[in-house]
């Protein structure tokens, strides 16, 4: 037996020999027949035998079958490899086969499509695409999107069997929608414009054409093909003495235009429209003429019209006379919140039940008077918090279609301007705290004065000795409350140091423990190299407290077992983190940073922004004055520094405050040297020259220093103190307000050191001392802070006399 597909072959000595046996076969047929007819027959069915056999052996040819390579994936990998475009190839059990580096940078490889990271929408369209890609070779999604960008995807099928489909993404622009709808004006859009009797332009800031459409340049130049782009889109029109605008071609019996002007933004971009760098559709309709002639033709042309509007990027609908909504685009409906909805009835089932009159009345004030475009602020049901802006223009030659909406998102603006309002209230209210706190501390003054004299003339035991004290302590404590009114308003006097904020902590820590008591748990950790900041160390003792405080009465308002946590910590920030949070308030600098964190009930998001604001309190009537954080606001804001709070309910609060890194100066060293305080002791007298308006504070100090020995000489306001140095009236020191009526303390002492320039000069003031040196400008000047004792007001009166016999 051969193998198979061998050949069958015989030799010559083969065909010899079958041909001897042929022949002998017939010879003993004819002897034993003798019959010619019987051989001949006999022959006849021998040949038919043998042909039969030669054709069953003939060697047949063989079909050999192509043969195919197995695929090599990194081949394909390398051929899609396309910088512009996702390529990936799937098989019909849905796995990733191969794709290319740009899908891998865009999407990973975790995800094959259609299951990418997508919203929901976009994925329902790429489900879509890859159905119609294995049913019809060839599916497509217009658009998918999620936060990362937005693409078009396309599945064509592919392979020997049709069993693979080959995926190509593409990104999308957002950034410049312009770019979108240049080509759809150029293109049929722009015809389909034309056909409806409008013309349209696409124009930058600058005034110049950035795109026109056929229908365009017909009336502007009577060319439809001409170029207009980089001309003067003004130069095309012309206005009458009524204001009428028309084509400028057309001269006086052009028809006169409606005119509108939509600015080309994305509609998800942030933020209100900056009018002077996004470019402008314009829509140009001639007034009181039916779209194609008629108004028949025009309500026949509405279709067009909203397909036309449908492929725009901007947010727009249509409106009858009644109110009701005939069309609204995907943009306008993703701008209201409702993106993949359809159009509702009416308008006004978009907005809450507030604003749905004023829509209404828009509507037909817009649908039956003159053409006209105006905007009203709104509140969507999906976001009633931030009001948006809803834009009506009122046409005409459109059938049904009567008032023309447009949706911009405003959000940003009315953030910004929330932030505006309430930066205007606090300062507002910063100023009243600051003037009451001023007044107030000339009355404290006054009053623990006179205590101190009458505690002169009393001692331990009398029968008012104790009802004397009394009142100085509550003096003292009405003194507190207003230095927290001047810290709000960033007014209190300051006595900064060069100082390192663990230390401050370290100093504090264990009257903290004593506040917070044992139920909470106190931790403090700190950074290693922080850097010194600038600040007063007993203001900024009363931060930390405040802070504290609040946290310990969260965490027992909570009520939990076992108390809570609160923990304390000091960090470094660098200015690459201060870059890296995108903080846009913070300059970018070194900061050490205060962190104060607590497990207690947290801030409601409502009172999140409000919690600075003076007066506001959470607590229950009686428990707390509202002033505690915005203490802390000012002092923190008056150090130079900033402070933040995120908070989650039920799970706690996060304080922080950023005070930056202090570098002395070889400057500041030096003012430092000369505005260091005088060590010596003063023992005689001298002659005072006492300045002051309020009655109370100047009989007080008066009598002060009258009784520590000093000869004073009082005056109401700066002119009459100014008129004894004229007189010639002798003074070792003047001790003066800073703010008076008429004239004021420092322009009283800029005339007396004309006269006298090393007369020392002692200031006193209730406000701060920092802000007093940048206003007032005078060199060699003291400052006692109000409201002060009688025991302080001498002991500052010696010690400026001592410094000057230096």
Sequence with gaps: ????????????????????AFLVSLGLVWLATRE???????????????????????PKPVLQEAEYALPDWSVTIAAIDRPDCAIAITDRAGRLVCANRTFEDWFTTNHAPPRLPMDNPSLERLAKAGRS??????????????????????????????????????????ADPVAELVPHLDGKLGRALATAGMAAAIVDPDGKIRAASPGFAARATGDPAALLTGQDFTSFLRQDDRDQVSWAREGRRGN????????????????????????????????????????????????????????????LAMADRDGRLLFANPAFMRAAGREGDAPPTYPTDLVV?????????????????????????????????????????????LGEAAVLLSISDSTEEARLKRQVAQATKMQAVGQLAGGVAHDFNNVLTAILGTCDLMLLRHTPGDSDYDD????????NRAASLTRQLLAFSRQQTLRPEVLQLPDVVQDVSTLLKRLIGE?????????????????????????????????????LSKGEIGGGRISLATRGVSAADVRAMRNAIMPQVDYTALVVEDTGTGISPDYLGKIFEPFFTTKEQGKGTGLGLSTVYGIVKQSGGFIFADSEVG?????????????????????????????????????????????????????????????????????????????????????SDVVMPGMDGPAMIREIRARHPALPVLFMSGYAEEQLRKEINIADVHFLPKPFTVQQVTDKVGAVLAAAQL
Excluded at 8 to 16: C, D, H, P
Excluded at 469 to 475: K, L, M, T
Excluded at 537 to 547: R, T
């Design 1 to 20: 037996m051969s193998a198979p597909g061998s050949r069958i072959t015989t030799s010559g000595g083969e065909r010899l020999v079958l041909g001897a």
């Design 36 to 58: 010619t007819l019987v051989v001949a027959a006999f022959a006849g069915g021998l040949a038919s035998l043998g042909a039969l056999a030669w054709l069953l052996a003939r």
């Design 133 to 174: 890609g294995w049913r019809d070779g060839l599916g497509k999604a217009d658009v998918i999107e999620n936060e990362a960008g937005r693409w078009t995807a396309s599945a064509q099928r592919a392979g020997r069997g049709d069993d693979y489909l080959v995926w190509t993404i593409s990104a999308l622009s957002s």
């Design 256 to 315: 006169p235009l409606t005119m509108y002007y939509l600015p080309v933004r994305d509609p998800d971009a942030p933020g209100p429209v900056d009018y002077a760098t996004t470019p402008s559709l314009m829509l140009l309709i001639e007034a009181g003429v039916g779209i194609a002639g008629s108004a028949v033709e025009g309500s026949a042309a509405v279709p067009h019209l909203e397909a036309l509007l449908g492929n725009l990027p901007l947010g």
């Design 353 to 397: 039940q507030e604003d749905k009159g004023a829509i209404s009345d828009a509507i037909r004030r817009f649908a039956q008077g003159p053409s006209a475009a105006g905007d009203l602020a709104i509140r969507l049901r999906t976001q009633p918090e931030d009001p948006v802006t809803l834009s009506f223009a009122g046409v005409r030659g």
């Design 468 to 475: 004397i004290q009394q009142i100085r302590a509550n003096s």
């Design 519 to 555: 139920k909470v748990k106190l931790t403090v950790t700190h950074d290693r190299d922080l850097g010194a900041v600038r600040a007063d160390p007993s203001q900024l003792e009363q931060v930390i407290v405040n802070l504290v405080v609040n946290a310990r009465d969260a965490i």
């Design 651 to 735: 799970k706690g609060t996060r304080f922080t405050v950023y005070l930056p890194v202090h570098h002395a100066s070889s400057d500041e060293l030096a003012i430092k040297t000369v505005r260091a305080e005088p060590t010596a002791q003063w023992a005689g007298g001298g002659r005072v020259l006492l300045v002051e308006d309020e009655d109370m504070v100047r009989a007080v100090a008066e009598r002060a220093l009258t009784r520590a020995g000093y000869t004073v000489t009082a005056a109401a306001d700066g002119d009459e103190g100014l008129a004894y140095v004229e007189q010639g009236a002798e003074f070792d020191l003047v001790l």
